[in-house]
């Protein structure tokens, strides 16, 4: 299957800096997405973006398909940002199972 | 709001006891997907629903097994819990399957504790 790989694994920042965080995949992908998993378990989609760029808010995303890469830009980090980062991605070519990396761990402090 | 909810958020069982976690939605979404996740680590897809059409992944245990008697439940069983069956337990939805139909709605999850 496809193989998905976050960077960096751990991030600590200072509120109102900005980051950006990768996601690396294996093979053409028609389905990658980016979600927010809270300190409380919940996981929130912040983006559909197989390719382009999107922007909501503070948050933006970027996808690179040809290069298999994506990247998720935060602005102004608060602390409500704080959590665990996953982007998701399958192949094309009929069902092909969503295949989650392994998360960034994003840490704001005030 | 239209959304995923799963109950109960915390489940505490003993070992070997069979335990069901639910899950309903309000999106109409054709699929509904069970993953497992335990601490530090992604979510782990067990099985999902096509409309009724069961699709099990290859190395779920036989020990869970999931029921969608409508559109809108989908039900999680566990047949005799182990130690390691300990985690969190997601239900999500999608619109449909392949290009555009595939964007994840989840719910906030339930907490597995085996004692």
């Known amino acids: 299957g496809i193989q998905v790989e976050q960077s960096p694994p751990d991030l600590i920042l200072q509120e109102g800096a900005n980051s950006t965080l990768r996601c690396n995949f294996s093979?053409?992908?028609?389905?990658l997405q980016w979600f927010h998993q809270n300190p409380w378990g919940q996981l929130i989609n912040l983006f559909y973006?197989?390719?382009g760029t999107k922007q909501n808010g503070r948050l933006s995303a970027t996808t690179v398909a040809t290069e298999r890469y994506s990247l998720l830009y935060i602005s102004s980090s608060q602390t409500t940002d704080s959590g665990v980062y996953f982007c998701?991605?399958?192949?094309?070519?009929?069902?092909?199972?969503?295949?989650f990396g392994t998360g960034t761990k994003l840490q704001v402090i005030p | 709001d239209a959304m995923v909810i799963q109950n109960p958020r915390y489940q505490v069982t003993q070992f070997g006891k069979p335990v069901t976690l639910s899950c309903s939605q309000t999106?109409?979404?054709?699929?509904m997907y069970w993953y497992q996740q335990k601490s530090s680590q992604a979510p782990k897809l067990l099985f999902h629903y096509y409309d009724k059409d069961f699709n099990n992944e290859a190395d779920t245990p036989d020990n869970f097994q999931s029921r969608r008697p409508n559109t809108s439940f989908c039900f999680l069983d566990i047949r005799s819990p182990g130690l390691g069956d300990a985690a969190m337990y997601l239900c999500?939805?999608?619109?449909?399957?392949?290009?555009?139909?595939?964007?994840?709605?989840f719910g906030s999850g339930t907490q597995l504790s085996v004692l």
């Open positions: 999106l109409n979404h054709n699929v």
């Open positions: 093979d053409s992908v028609n389905n």
């Open positions: 999500a939805t999608s619109r449909g399957l392949g290009p555009g139909n595939e964007k994840l709605f």
């Open positions: 998701a991605a399958s192949r094309g070519g009929g069902y092909q199972k969503v295949t």
């Open positions: 973006i197989p390719s």
